[in-house]
């Protein structure tokens, strides 16, 4: 399991795009999106660099949670 904060994730909009630029990396990837605390957890085979650099094409700055 990934986890990323994503703090410039702000609205649905956004949220719609992650889970898109996730899926086109791993459509069978599992991803939970909380915009409220603007954090991405994924489980996924995916290594987490595939994963992050999708999030980072599709516009925005994921770096992982601790």
């Known amino acids: 399991m990934i986890k990323f904060d994503v703090p410039d ?4 909009h956004c949220v719609g795009s992650v889970d898109k630029a996730i899926k ?3 459509p069978d990837a599992i991803a939970k999106i909380d915009l409220g605390t603007r954090t991405v957890t994924i ?3 995916v290594a987490t660099e595939v994963i992050s650099a999708s999030i980072t094409d599709a ?5 992982l949670s601790k």
Do not use: F, H, I, L
Request: some cysteine; aromatic content about 6%; glycine content about 14%.
């Open 43 to 45: 489980e996924t085979s």
């Open 24 to 26: 086109a990396v791993d």
């Open 9 to 12: 994730m702000t609205c649905g």
């Open 59 to 63: 516009g925005y700055t994921p770096s």
